[in-house]
T-cell receptor
Framework: AQSVTQPDIHITVSEGASLELRCNYS??????LFWYVQSPGQGLQLLLK??????LVQGIKGFEAEFKRSQSSFNLRKPSVHWSDAAEYFC????????????FGAGTRLTVKP | EPEVTQTPSHQVTQMGQEVILRCVPI?????FYWYRQILGQKVEFLVS????????KSEIFDDQFSVERPDGSNFTLKIRSTKLEDSAMYFC???????????????FGPGTRLTVL
């Protein structure tokens, strides 16, 4: 079955600085990849997704992610972080074949310093 | 924009009691899911439901859990006899198609926080 690793539990960046959140997946075929954001006490909001095609995908709120098959990675980036980006970020992987569930990483908590 | 809704937003119950968590998926969606997130931990898949039956379930989804679509709009998760370790945020999700159909996105509700005392 597919799985996801988010190596960074907590990241702190200054407002205006660039951001990269790491995500590594394990799956035998081409995965479906997602990034979700969760603000405190809130549900999960989809930032972006990769199914096929262009490996650089654009999402909402100025986020982008790049699928790198050779590295089994799908890192999330933003060129300039805003204070409102402080939240928990989850990478998730879905299977192209077989099971219909998504497997989530443990999450990365982002703190934004003024 | 259509969205998944869940009620209640917070449920407090005594250990051993039954609870029912309710969800209204997006109306034209055919696949429904429950996930849970224990405080501070990752989101974990519980069960998926299609065509009025369970299509997949995880090892977490034991005999204490059941799901039902009692009418054309609601999708419920029942926990028969709650344990302390059932305390978590429970998310409902729905999708138009199976993940394998072009990676169909799952839309998540806001969650129900279940506290078992």
């Amino acid at each position: 079955a597919q799985s996801v690793t988010q190596p960074d539990i907590h990241i702190t960046v200054s407002e205006g600085a660039s951001l990269e959140l790491r995500c590594n997946y394990s799956y035998g075929a081409t995965p479906y990849l997602f990034w979700y954001v969760q603000s405190p006490g809130q549900g999960l909001q989809l930032l972006l997704k990769y199914f096929s095609g262009d490996t650089l995908v654009q999402g909402i709120k100025g986020f982008e992610a790049e699928f790198k098959r050779s590295q089994s990675s799908f890192n999330l980036r933003k060129p300039s972080v805003h204070w409102s980006d402080a939240a928990e970020y989850f990478c998730a992987v879905g299977a192209q074949y077989g099971n219909n569930d998504m497997r989530f990483g443990a999450g990365t908590r982002l703190t934004v310093k003024p | 924009e259509p969205e998944v809704t869940q009620t209640p937003s917070h449920q407090v119950t005594q250990m051993g009691q039954e609870v029912i968590l309710r969800c209204v998926p997006i109306s034209n969606h055919l696949y429904f899911y429950w996930y849970r997130q224990i405080l501070g931990q990752k989101v974990e898949f519980l069960v998926s439901f299609y065509n009025n039956e369970i299509s997949e379930k995880s090892e977490i989804f034991d005999d204490q859990f059941s799901v039902e679509r009692p009418d054309g709009s609601n999708f419920t998760l029942k926990i028969r006899s709650t344990k302390l370790e059932d305390s978590a945020m429970y998310f409902c999700a729905s999708s138009v198609e199976h993940m394998g159909q072009g990676g169909n996105e799952q839309f998540f509700g806001p969650g129900t926080r279940l506290t078992v005392l």
